[in-house]
C-alpha cells in the first residue's frame, strides 16, 4: 500500500482499512505459532501498512486542531 494512496482517504476509511490490517496480523502471528507456514516478509509488509495508516490518521488528527 502506498501513502499517495492513503492521502486521498478519509478518517473512518484509514480506521477501517487499520482494523482489518490489525486482525490479518493478529492472524499471522498466530499462525506462526501454531507452526503454519507463514511468510515473515508479509508479516512485516502488514506492520508497515500499519504504521502508514496510522501516520495519515495522526496527520488528519493535527490538521483537525489547528
Request: hydrophobic share 40%.
Amino acid at each position: 500500500m502506498k501513502f499517495a494512496d492513503l492521502l486521498q482517504k478519509g478518517s473512518n476509511e484509514l480506521y477501517r482499512i487499520c482494523t482489518d490490517l490489525k486482525r490479518a496480523h493478529m492472524n499471522m502471528r498466530i499462525s506462526v505459532k501454531t507452526g503454519q507456514d507463514v511468510k515473515t516478509s508479509a508479516m512485516r509488509v502488514c506492520r508497515k501498512d500499519i504504521a502508514r495508516v496510522m501516520t495519515r490518521l495522526a496527520q488528519l488528527k493535527k490538521q483537525e486542531v489547528k
